[in-house]
C-alpha cells in the first residue's frame, strides 16, 4: 500500500526515499568533477573544508568515499535518533554535529560506514562546484538521463505519487517517525522510482555518466593494510557469490528499505523499494530475484544434512564487536538466530550456515579442543566481523 490510511494501493511509478543508495550517485558526482581535473581522489579534505578538524591527521576524499577515514559518523551519536533528526540543518551545522569528535580509528587503517564522511563529500562539491547539491546531482545526471521523479527528497514540495513511510513494530503498522530530509543531506536525501533507478544502470552500462576507467575504480574493492577486503568500493558494496561479482547498495531511512543491485556477468539489475521499515528486506529480496534469473537462486541453495547433536553444540548466546548479542537455537535440521528479529539460518556445511531471508553467512569458531568459541558474521557488506561466545545453551 502507497498510503494505508487512505487505502491507495502502490503503483511501480510511485516516488520512494531511497536512503543511502543516495551515496551512488554522489560518488558519480564526485568522479565526474576527478575526471574533469576539479579535484583529485587523493587531495585532502582540508584543501576544500579549510576548518574541518582533522587534528594533523591526513584524511583524503578516496577514504570519504570508501568509510576508511575513521570520522565519527553522526548517525552513530548517541541522541541523534530522537530530538535531533528533527531538526533542519544546514550541511555545515551537521558538519558541527561531529567535528571535533574523536576519530575512530587512524585514517585508512580500518573500515566502518560512516555517514558524515557523506556529508564532507556534497560539502566539497558544493565548495567545487559552487551550486547546491540538490541543483548539482540534478544538473549532472537526473536531467541529462531523463530521470524525471528522481531528486532531493524535501519534505515542502508537493511531489506527484510520493508514498507515505510506515514502521512495522510488535503492535502493527505506525506512522514512521518524522525525520526533517534536511538532515541525511548527500549521504541519504535523495527520492526515486524502480524504472528511474533503472534509466541509471543503464546510462551506466552505456557510459552516458562516467569513462568506464571511472566505472571500474568506483566498483573496485578497497582493502586494506592487513589485506582485509573492506568489499566497498565509492558508494557501493563489491563482493563474490560463487565466483561471479555482485555489485549493490541499499539504503535505509525512515519509513523506507530500499535496494539495488546488479549482476554484472548476467548484465541483471534488480531495484527494490519499500516503505516498510521492519517488513520483507529488499536486500534479500533483489538477491533472490537476480539470482533466480540468473539460474543459480539464493534462497535454493544446496543445504548439508548436519547431525542434531552437532547443530545443539552451537546454541548460546554471542556478543559482536558493538555490543549486540546472537541467540542461537537450534529448530530440527537447522538453526534460528535472533538478532533483533529472528532468522532462520541453513547449514551449507557443518559450520557454515546462510539466511534465506537475509543477504547474511554465518561460520562457527572451534577451538583446537573441540569448544564453540565464537562465530564470524558475514554480512556481505564490510569485512567479516567475530561474535564471541558469552554464554552456552540455556
Not at 552516458?208 to 582493502?223: C, D, I, T, Y
Not at 573492506?230 to 519509513?255: K, Q
Not at 558474521?377 to 561466545?389: M, N, S, W, Y
Request: aromatic share 10%; with cysteine; proline share 7%.
Amino acid at each position: 500500500m502507497a498510503e494505508l490510511e487512505l487505502g491507495v494501493p502502490i503503483a511501480p511509478d510511485m516516488v520512494f526515499r531511497v536512503g543511502s543508495v543516495t551515496k551512488e550517485f554522489t560518488a558519480a558526482c564526485i568522479l565526474r568533477l576527478v575526471e574533469e581535473g576539479r579535484l583529485g581522489l587523493n587531495d585532502p579534505v582540508e584543501k576544500y573544508l579549510p576548518d574541518f578538524p582533522t587534528g594533523g591527521r591526513r584524511v583524503t576524499i578516496e577514504q570519504l568515499l570508501t568509510h576508511t577515514s575513521g570520522i565519527r559518523s553522526y548517525t552513530d551519536m548517541p541522541g541523534w535518533f530522537g530530538a535531533r533528526m528533527r531538526e533542519d540543518r544546514s550541511p555545515r551545522e551537521i558538519e558541527a554535529l561531529f567535528d571535533g569528535e574523536p576519530f575512530d580509528f587512524e585514517p585508512g587503517t580500518q573500515w566502518h560506514y560512516d555517514n558524515s564522511g557523506y556529508i564532507l563529500l556534497g560539502e566539497v562539491l558544493e565548495k567545487v562546484t559552487g551550486k547546491p547539491y540538490a541543483d548539482l546531482v540534478s544538473e549532472t545526471i537526473f536531467r541529462p538521463l531523463g530521470m524525471n521523479d528522481t531528486r532531493y527528497g524535501s519534505d515542502a514540495p508537493i511531489v506527484p505519487r510520493r508514498v507515505a513511510g510506515y514502521q512495522k513494530t510488535q503492535n502493527g503498522m505506525v506512522n514512521a517517525p518524522f525525520l526533517s530530509m534536511t538532515e541525511p543531506y548527500s549521504a541519504g536525501a535523495l527520492v526515486s522510482t524502480v524504472d528511474d533507478l533503472a534509466r541509471w544502470h543503464r546510462a551506466l552500462d552505456a557510459g552516458a555518466v562516467l569513462k568506464p576507467e571511472s566505472v571500474r575504480r568506483m566498483w573496485s574493492s578497497v582493502r586494506l593494510p592487513d589485506g582485509r577486503d573492506t568489499r566497498y568500493g565509492f558508494g557501493w558494496i563489491i563482493w563474490s557469490l560463487d565466483g561471479h561479482p555482485v555489485v549493490e547498495h541499499g539504503g535505509r531511512i525512515n519509513g523506507f528499505d530500499a535496494a539495488n543491485l546488479r549482476l554484472p556477468d548476467e548484465r541483471l539489475y534488480v531495484a527494490v523499494l519499500s516503505n516498510c521499515l521492519g517488513c520483507a528486506d529488499p536486500r534479500a529480496l533483489a538477491l533472490s530475484a537476480a539470482t533466480l534469473l540468473a539460474g543459480r537462486p539464493w534462497a535454493e541453495r544446496r543445504t548439508a544434512k548436519v547431525p542434531a547433536a552437532t547443530l545443539d553444540r552451537y546454541a548460546g548466546t554471542y556478543r559482536d564487536v558493538e555490543g549486540d548479542d546472537w541467540v542461537v537455537e537450534r529448530q530440527d535440521d537447522h538453526l534460528v538466530v535472533a538478532a533483533g528479529r529472528r532468522f532462520e539460518a541453513w547449514p551449507t556445511s557443518e559450520d557454515t550456515f546462510f539466511f534465506r531471508d537475509a543477504v547474511r553467512e554465518i561460520r562457527f569458531e572451534i577451538a583446537p579442543g573441540g569448544d564453540v568459541i565464537g562465530m564470524e558474521v558475514d554480512e556481505k557488506a564490510g569485512p567479516v566481523e567475530t561474535a564471541k561466545r558469552v554464554s552456552g545453551p540455556s
